[in-house]
């Protein structure tokens, strides 16, 4: 069974820090590309960043040089460091992991940036 758990949202006062992380399991962690999105309700989701298999990373201009991807294969985990939060970076982030057409999706963590 695949599973996709993200952690680690929560409350954050704009310019804060927060790390996401996404554990997962009944995958080959290192073959797939992972990737971060988000979503705030009545929109849709968006894309944040990607790592790839080769460790080779992209983002959003919305983003780029605030966040940083980064990946862990040997805990099977990947993550989604945050700085200079923003308030328009309030949604709930997804982790997706994706290969040869195969796709997987975490059930979302809540971020909040507010004062």
């Known amino acids: 069974q695949v599973q996709l758990v993200e952690s680690g949202g929560g409350l954050v006062q704009p310019g804060g820090s927060l790390r996401l992380s996404c554990a997962t399991s009944?995958?080959?962690?290192?073959?797939?590309?992972m990737g971060w999105y988000r979503q705030i309700p009545g929109k849709q989701r968006e894309w944040v960043a990607l790592?790839?298999?080769?460790?080779?990373?992209n983002y959003a201009d919305s983003v780029k040089g605030r966040f940083t991807i980064t990946r862990d294969n040997a805990k099977k985990t990947v993550y989604l460091q945050m700085n200079s939060l923003k308030f328009e970076d309030t949604a709930v982030y997804y982790c997706?992991?994706?290969?040869?057409?195969?796709?997987?999706w975490g059930q979302g963590t809540q971020v909040t940036v507010s004062s």
């Open positions: 997706k992991g994706s290969w040869r057409g195969e796709e997987y």
């Open positions: 009944g995958i080959v962690f290192n073959i797939y590309h």
């Open positions: 790592i790839t298999n080769a460790g080779n990373t």
